[in-house]
């Protein structure tokens, strides 16, 4: 039984089978308990993202209603499976495995991706990275309305996706790859308009690739962006990068992109730029 968290929620039977509760609370709980598998979850904490902060009187009854079925569905999802959902204090328990959620593989690839590449085992990066690619289905919980609990998470897995984009730019500009990888840097760009690290990789692929014009083309898009959307202008690496640009006649030789200092902090200026 494997949950799917990324994209619409479901469960997907050992033999391929999908199924979308028709409760979208039973969806919501189980999405919770699924993100902490083999946790006991506070019954609390279900009713904070069932009901958000004004829960209802009667909220707790009507949890336990949700648990019963809850219990029926996965029992006819998977009839040998026994207290799969159980009660275990503070509140209940969901006994799978984090490979059985897809959220959680891909939070783990993504990690294994960022080692690989600090090791410098660039192909093995980029294998995990495949994975984390196939995993992102859309959206997560795309066909649910949810509350604290469960946004947070949304926006933790929002944020590791764009991270996962950071590293798979930079293995395969470390694989040699940059004029293989130009069409996916352009469509990088689209997505992430105000994501300036991805516009100076793509203006840094298309200098060494020999394409000047372009790279300074690429340059006075993101200067354009820029200043319609938030009256800034590029960041002064960037502008060193366009100086480099017109003053050089020939690229340098193709080399590793500089990384953002840290985790996240090329500067990504959102303003509505779709995830």
Known sequence: MQFNLIGPFEIVTDDGRSHVPGAPKICQMLAVLALRPRTAVATE?????????????????????????ARRLLKE????????????????????????VDALVFERRVRQARSALADGHAERAAEFLADVQRLWRGPVLSNLSVNAVLTGRIAHLQELR?????????????????????????????????????????????????????????????????????????????????????HTEAPEPCRAPNRPPARLSARRLTSGAPL
């Open 162 to 246: 764009i991270h996962a984009l950071e590293l798979r730019v930079e293995t395969e500009l470390r694989l040699g790859r940059s004029r293989e990888f130009l069409p996916e840097l352009r469509a990088l760009v689209n997505d992430h308009p105000l994501h300036e690290w991805f516009h100076g990789q793509l203006i840094s692929a298309l200098h060494r690739a020999g394409r000047r014009g372009e790279a300074l083309q690429a340059y006075q898009s993101l200067y354009r962006i820029l200043r319609s959307e938030l009256g800034l202008e590029p960041s002064a690496e960037l502008r060193r990068l366009q100086h480099e640009i017109l």
């Open 45 to 69: 904490t279900l009713v904070r993202e069932l009901w958000g902060e004004q829960a209802p009187a009667g909220a707790f009854r009507t949890l336990q209603t949700h648990i019963y079925h």
């Open 77 to 100: 999802v998977l009839p040998l499976a026994d207290e799969l959902l159980a009660t275990r204090a503070p509140g209940y328990l969901l006994d799978i495995g984090e490979d059985q």
